[in-house]
């Protein structure tokens, strides 16, 4: 009953003697009243679903942003990147935060307009994956050009660090079965 009175006085307010006395006498007319301002409390405590999960997804975004930031920091030190090969690596740089920028997007634009139906959903498929290898076009050729420049040494690293990636995906691909 405490819980009930603590629901109630959130949602309304204060519990009036007589309103407490009547659940207590279970009167049927009062009998809806717990329920009520159970679901009352978690309804004003929850976000808006759709704004929830726009909330959700910004922070996985970011979160991820980090991460790839964090790396590619790391592969830049590791690749010991020289005042010659900057221009290739910023253009590398700029084609892969391109890719997170539409990624994000499309994620939003999917969840703010689900597919109205399968077929609806495959041309969606489609346009996506189009989208998504243009971006890849993009960070292929920018590395392309980046790895033209690296000296031997930096492209053994970079052939290393591209081997451990892969590594990583096959080993994450294969705990998803």
Known sequence: MDLVKAASVLVVGTMTESLEEK????????????????????????????????DTMDQRFSDHEIKVNDRLGHFREDLQITAAQQTAWDA????????????????????????????????????????QMEDFKRIADSFGVLYATLDPVQKQVADEHFAQMRARMMKQAEGQR
């Open 23 to 54: 659940m207590k006498k279970n009167d049927k007319k009062f009998r809806w009243w717990p329920a009520l301002a159970v679901v009352g409390v978690l309804v004003a405590g929850m976000p808006a679903h759709a704004d929830s999960m726009s």
């Open 92 to 131: 590398y740089l700029g084609a892969i935060r391109r890719n997170l920028e539409d990624t994000h997007e499309q994620a939003v634009r999917e969840n703010q307009h689900p597919p109205a139906s399968a077929t609806d959903y495959f041309a969606r498929m489609m346009t996506l994956k189009k989208e």
